[in-house]
């Protein structure tokens, strides 16, 4: 099993940057995909980024290609965000999940793969 708590979030101006952290506890971190979802207030959640077991493929939502980074430290257990040019749209709560253990660029989105959810962290951009 899995826990996942999300740190990092808060509230920063257009153009403004921030780096999300995930800490897992569990000995399976290093064996699973791990991706970045998001949810934004009235709409669906939706796939942001992920990175597969050993950090060597990584898979992007169109929308924050360019601006977001996903890497890993299997070592400290965690997994990171960077996101960089920052605006509104990006407005949401971000919630790390633990995946299955390979995926591909088709189904890397898919939620359902993800067994394990953490309880998110409120990312607000300013205008």
């Known amino acids: 099993q899995v826990q996942l708590v999300e740190s990092g979030g808060g509230l920063v101006q257009t153009g403004g940057s921030l780096r999300l952290s995930c800490a897992a506890s569990?000995?399976?971190?290093?064996?699973?995909?791990m991706g970045w979802f998001r949810q934004a207030p009235g709409k669906e959640r939706q796939f942001v980024a992920a990175i597969t077991r050993n950090g060597d493929s990584t898979h992007y939502q169109d929308s924050v290609k360019g601006r977001f980074s996903i890497s890993r430290d299997n070592a400290k257990n965690a997994v990171y965000l960077q996101m960089n040019s920052l605006n509104p749209e990006d407005t949401a709560v971000y919630s790390c999940a633990a995946g299955p253990p390979y995926c591909r660029s088709i189904d890397c989105p898919v939620q359902s793969l993800y067994n394990y959810w953490g309880q998110g962290t409120q990312v607000t951009v300013s205008s």
């Open positions: 569990g000995r399976s971190f290093s064996a699973v995909v």
